[in-house]
């Protein structure tokens, strides 16, 4: 499987990659079908049917908004935040909507939306059925769509050929974290190099770069975000925003910190709450590699970003980006390991396939940065995922919040240590990454489904709601 790291890391908004970015995507991609097969004038009504998790968690994952949005021509990474209420309201208001933006159909949520809370798709978890219908009734197409994690959709029952041509394509293609560090050994090569010279094979330097500063950009301006907006997050739990409270505190007794060396993983708490405040309020988030898990990466980022690196002068703030772009495609290879070889879905291993990935690749991506070797890359991958094996998806009340947010918090400390833990080796370790993925998939089966974001286990049945 060819994976590029604008696969891995994607814009689009919270609060779910799975279970809003997915839907959209899968949205739009069956009305663009409908123009496409010559359908789209004679469509009089659509219907969406979410299987699995999606049926069972999808209202508080926003994945209702999400189908209409997409319904409607929207793209996660384009549509306007702030416009997103007004256009759901516009719907629910007229029970219509413009498929594609022109072709007015009718749409009732209660008829036209359905959700199954306790039936699933043979195929996967995130499961959805779309449905096209004239004015008659009579059915015009119909398709099914997965959505496999991190905004990943594929249409069941397709070919994968066009995904294994592409991978021939590459100079250096990888399955396994073994055959990395060979090519690695072999052509004295980073991991970072290795990745650089794949995503050559569909864009341009300057094309590579710009897409790497962007994903940064938003990054930066999703932690801005989360850190000046009070108030509280969406739901009947009435969450209150931490961020912007406790980085006033932080701030407050600056001087108090310098006398606490640990002072700095408050840092990284606040900015991980930051980034999965934004994304449970449905504000603009990197995928990395998923929503839910949006906040390690960016945290451990942000870190790097102000307490590794030297800002001092132009050349250097050019050298804090390459350091960017040699941690982002750093923490993308591996993201690419377990997402070709387990699952970065919630829905299909539990939260260690999306915290635990994060991790994994955050400590990966800061290895790279402070120096470390590929073998020493890899380790810390390996760290970050090992002490992370069987967590659970159990997300209260269906939304992304508790335990989500600390638990993003949590990842992205243990991603740091996992990070110098590995730099203090020498690379050579026991378990190796390509072990603890396998390890992580096979637990993940395993797993019992109510574990597996459905809110059926776990913390989401010893809460009371209301």
């Known amino acids: 499987m060819a994976i590029s790291v604008f696969d891995l890391f994607k814009i689009g908004i919270g609060p779910s990659s799975s279970h809003t970015v997915g839907p959209m995507r899968a949205a739009r991609l069956f009305a663009q079908a409908l123009e496409r097969d010559g359908f789209l004038t004679a469509t009089a009504a659509v219907t969406c049917e979410l299987y699995g998790s999606l049926g069972a968690t999808g209202k508080g994952h926003g994945s209702d908004v999400a189908v209409m949005l997409g319904l409607m021509d929207y793209a996660p990474d384009t549509v306007d935040v702030a416009a997103v209420a007004g256009l759901i309201k516009d719907v629910r208001a007229h029970q219509a909507l413009a498929l594609l933006g022109r072709q007015c159909i009718v749409f009732k949520e209660k008829e ?70 060979a090519i690695c050994q072999q052509q004295q090569l980073s991991i970072s190099a290795v990745m650089w010279a794949n995503e050559r094979t569909w864009r341009s330097e300057d094309e590579i770069r710009a897409g790497l500063h962007n994903i940064w950009r938003v990054m930066r301006e999703c932690v801005q975000r989360g850190l000046s907006t009070e108030g509280i997050l969406p739901g009947p739990f009435k969450v209150q925003r931490r961020a912007p409270l406790l980085a006033a505190q932080l701030r407050a007794r600056a001087e108090q910190a310098l006398a606490d060396p640990l002072s700095v993983l408050d840092w990284v708490n606040v900015y991980a709450f930051a980034v999965n405040e934004e994304n449970a309020a449905g504000g603009r988030v990197v995928t990395a590699p998923t929503n839910g898990a949006a906040g390690v990466i960016a945290a451990v980022l942000h870190y790097c970003d102000r307490f590794v690196l030297n800002h001092n002068g132009r050349a250097q703030r050019e050298e804090t980006q390459d350091a960017v772009n040699d941690f982002l495609m750093s923490a993308a290879a591996v993201g690419i390991l377990y997402k070709r070889n387990a699952s970065i879905s ?114 989401a049945v010893n809460i009371v709601e209301c």
Do not use: W
Not at 395 to 420: F, S, T
């Open 346 to 459: 919630g829905a299909e291993v539990g939260c260690q396939g999306e915290v635990g990935v994060a991790c994994s690749m955050a400590a990966a991506g800061l290895a790279a940065v402070l120096g470390g070797s590929p073998e020493q890359i890899e380790n810390a991958a390996e760290i970050g995922m090992e002490h992370n094996l069987g967590l659970t998806c159990d997300p209260v009340g269906g939304l992304v919040q508790i335990p989500c947010i600390e638990r993003n918090a949590m990842g992205a400390v243990k991603a740091i240590n996992a990070a110098r833990m590995a730099l203090a080796g020498n690379g050579n370790h026991v378990v190796s990454l390509d072990k603890v993925i396998k390890t992580m998939r096979d637990t993940g089966a395993d797993m019992k489904t109510k574990y597996k974001e459905t809110s059926r286990g776990g913390l």
């Open 112 to 181: 036209h939306l359905l959700m199954y809370r306790r039936e699933a798709l043979a195929e996967h978890p995130n499961g959805m059925k779309f449905s096209a219908h004239d004015a008659s009734g009579k059915l015009l197409k119909q398709a099914k769509y997965l959505s496999v994690g991190g905004g990943f959709v594929v249409t069941a029952g397709s070919s994968n050929e066009a995904v294994l041509s592409e991978y021939q394509k590459v100079p250096y293609p990888f399955t396994s974290g073994d055959a990395l560090l």
